[in-house]
């Protein structure tokens, strides 16, 4: 499971509170605490993680979560499974692709609420680049750590810049099937097809 793939990496680069990990989470996406307690209970059974109980003069004591050999083992081998890259199954597309059964309107709405979900994800990405590039590289271990991070950051960036592209292109496309549908329906006479 990614989830639990995912706190193994954060773990591993440095172990952590639940509520310090959920912070390190991309906002999008971004898990709920009770989420993440969830496969850190299922990670302590199964010995992928284990706690370390940490007092602090100033705030409540915390449980910090290590990773053990066998999270170790189990990160290395998710690592290197290239067969988990799975196909893309996206709902949107799903809606889109049975589009010519709806409305025109209703199609062109839920490619334009894609385009706003993009948008205000490439205006998250782009400040959180833009703090990433503030800090230093204690922040992020080392420079092969931050490396892989700016990489991650590009791909959601272009991939969002993508998808909007996409968006605005798809949109003037229907419009102008639609368009010239309606003019030849009107040439032949026929009433106007009541999807359009």
């Known amino acids: 499971m990614a989830m639990k793939h995912s706190l193994l990496g954060l773990i591993a680069r440095k172990p952590a509170s639940g509520y310090s990990l959920r912070k390190r989470f991309f906002r999008p ?3 709920v605490l009770s989420q993440i307690y969830r496969a ?14 940490v007092e602090n003069q100033k705030r409540p004591a915390k449980n910090v979560f290590l990773i053990t050999e066998l999270g170790q083992a ?3 081998r998710w690592l290197t499974d290239n067969a988990a890259i799975a196909p ?13 059964i ?13 385009k706003y979900a993009r948008q205000s994800e490439l205006k998250y990405y782009a400040s959180t680049a833009k703090k990433i590039e503030r800090r230093d590289l204690r922040t992020f271990g080392n420079a ?3 490396l892989y991070w700016d990489l991650v950051l590009d791909y959601v960036r272009w991939r969002s810049k993508a998808e909007m592209a996409w968006a605005e292109e798809a949109i003037k496309r229907i419009s ?3 368009r010239l549908y309606l003019e ?12 359009v």
Do not use: C, Y
């Open 144 to 146: 092969l750590d931050k």
């Open 184 to 195: 030849e329906a009107e040439k032949a006479g026929d009433p106007l097809h009541s999807r």
């Open 29 to 31: 996406g971004r898990p």
């Open 40 to 53: 850190l209970n299922e990670m302590l059974d199964e010995g992928l993680v284990t706690t370390r109980r």
């Open 102 to 114: 709806g409305k025109t309107e209703d199609a062109i709405a839920l490619i334009q609420s894609f």
């Open 74 to 76: 189990e990160l290395k």
């Open 176 to 178: 102008n099937v639609t």
């Open 88 to 100: 893309i199954k996206d709902e949107m597309l799903q809606k889109l692709w049975f589009g010519s």
